[in-house]
């Protein structure tokens, strides 16, 4: 065989295994931490994971913190690999209600015009950006701060002190029926590519 | 040319090789981790910027998935904190669109008073406080009026509405809650709670909560924080109980998804 095909070959084959075996040593070990595994023993939870799409891509560092599996819901916590407590910074919820034939179904149903009214309706609306997420309907801000006001009854104005709230990203699925929503304190870009990585 | 092609064809293989070789190992990690959530209870827990001190979260499970009342005792104990406040409540919660419905007492330095607390998404969030003031053990309530409006009740008798910015969402949480907002550690912030009851959309009758014996309840006092009396006896045992060391009273603890 020739030389430079040798060559070639070798060069060809480390490469190949050097990538393999870095993705393989930069693919985090998942573990449920076992805060998540503690109570209600007795109550086992009925919904099942599987029932519902899940994110596909997640920012580096991340892994599955907690959940909370119901029949029409699912709702997953991400943290930073290894935390040993949980800030409000670090944390990214995952949620997703199918339809429920009630309050879900109708939401569902009206896509992109119930984006429209929850923006029209909303103090804030002006943060609000619908756009669309694999020709979805979906809705964006980015983390800010609102006021949280103490008042009396009359209207009296206590005390006003400022509240931060996530980003978030909504996505509404009208032929799988489901209604998404990914929020966190990361930039609104991540959250979107969370929440279009969703199958 | 057909040099070339052979050593691409080569390299073709052993990429393919490589790749699959990570997407077992991707499979792997994904059978794990779905294998392990299926077996988890369901539970809420919190973030947020708050102390919090006594307990918080139940989450109806399964089938019923929404709570449309919550009922509790508070004991209005005043910590005399020099800074801040604290609000006692119960409270109901949804995750999407996010909206928390509470009420119980607000106690700071200077007001101490029964209050009414409401926050929708991005809107100003509101503590609506009464005239009145507690002064024994009292009994917070909200109930679900219609698809669009949450009243609270203290003693049974309604202090005031809210109707939401459009339909409110069904809420899946529910509890009770002690947050302290001084970030004064030094301070003694009881949250005293007693039978905490909740109804869910299909109820006719309030169920009794039930919580968990074994479980510490916060770091100041745990003999008189949290459910002081939790019901041994509950016939119904579908509320679940949050309760993991998530939820412990240390400093600056998490509040979850509730921006208060």
């Known amino acids: 065989m020739n030389t430079k095909i040798l060559f070639a070959l070798i060069v060809g084959a480390v490469a190949s295994i050097t990538i393999g075996i870095y993705t393989l040593s930069t693919t985090q070990a998942e573990t449920i931490p076992n805060r998540a595994l503690t109570i209600n023993q007795d109550n086992p939870a009925v919904g099942n994971i599987s029932n519902f799409k899940t994110p596909r891509y997640l920012p580096a560092g991340n892994t599955i913190y907690d959940s909370d599996v119901q029949n029409t819901s699912l709702a997953l916590w991400y943290s930073p690999v290894n935390a040993t407590s949980t800030d409000k910074d670090d944390l990214i919820l995952y949620y997703v209600a199918m339809d429920d034939g009630g309050y879900y179904s109708d939401l569902i149903s009206k896509g992109k015009t119930f984006l429209e009214e929850y923006k029209a309706s909303s103090q804030r609306g002006n943060v609000m950006t619908i756009f669309e997420i694999n020709g979805m309907p979906a809705m964006k801000w980015d983390s800010g701060t609102k006021n949280s006001i103490t008042q009396f009854d009359d209207g009296t104005v206590v005390d006003v002190e400022p509240v931060d709230y996530p980003a978030e990203v909504w996505m509404i699925d009208t032929k799988d029926r489901a209604f998404y929503t990914v929020r966190g304190y990361l930039p609104v870009e991540e959250l979107t590519k969370i929440i279009g990585s969703v199958g | ?260």
């Open chain 2, 1 to 260: 040319m057909s040099q070339t092609y052979l050593v691409l064809e080569i390299m073709l293989e052993l990429m393919k090789i490589s790749n699959r070789i990570v997407i077992l190992r991707a499979q792997t990690l994904l059978g794990m981790v779905a294998a392990a959530m299926i077996s988890l209870p369901v539970m809420e827990y919190a973030y947020g910027e708050h102390n919090i001190y006594g307990y918080m979260a139940v989450t109806a499970n399964g089938t019923f998935n929404k709570i449309v009342a919550v009922k509790g005792n508070i004991y209005p104990y005043n910590s005399a904190m020099s800074s801040g406040h604290i609000d006692r409540m119960v409270y109901a919660y949804s995750y999407l669109p996010e909206l928390s419905v509470g009420t119980g007492h607000y106690d700071s330095s200077t007001i101490f008073k029964y209050f009414r607390f409401f926050d929708e998404g991005l809107n100003d969030q509101f503590h609506i406080i009464s005239s009145s003031s507690p002064s024994n053990w009292y009994t917070a309530e909200i109930t679900k009026v219609d698809s669009n409006t949450w009243n609270y009740k203290i003693n049974g008798a309604s202090i005031g509405t809210w109707d939401c910015d459009s339909t409110c969402p069904p809420t899946p949480i529910a509890g009770a809650a002690s947050l302290e907002i001084s970030y004064g550690d030094a301070n003694n912030v009881y949250g005293w709670f007693d039978v905490l009851q909740l109804k869910r959309e299909n109820d006719s009758t309030y169920q009794n909560w039930q919580s968990v014996a074994n479980q510490s309840k916060c770091q100041e006092n745990p003999n008189d924080l949290g459910f002081r009396y939790y019901p041994t006896a509950n016939s119904v045992n579908n509320f679940l109980v949050d309760a993991t060391t998530f939820h412990e009273c240390t400093s600056k603890q998490s509040m979850a998804i509730l921006q208060w």
